[in-house]
């Protein structure tokens, strides 16, 4: 029971870590990605 906490609690650390920072960047990236995208067809749209 006490390891299943731990361990728990060490994967929610890991995720604020190296590791799951790259990850959040790297979704962060292409979310902007597709915004911008969606941002440049309106423009053109309009125009």
Do not use: F
């Amino acid at each position: 029971m006490n390891k299943v906490k731990s361990h728990g609690s060490k994967h929610k650390g890991s995720g604020s870590g190296g590791g799951g920072i790259s990850r959040m960047l790297r979704q962060h990236k292409a979310r902007l990605y597709i915004i911008q995208r969606c941002i440049v067809m309106l423009l053109c749209c309009h125009d």
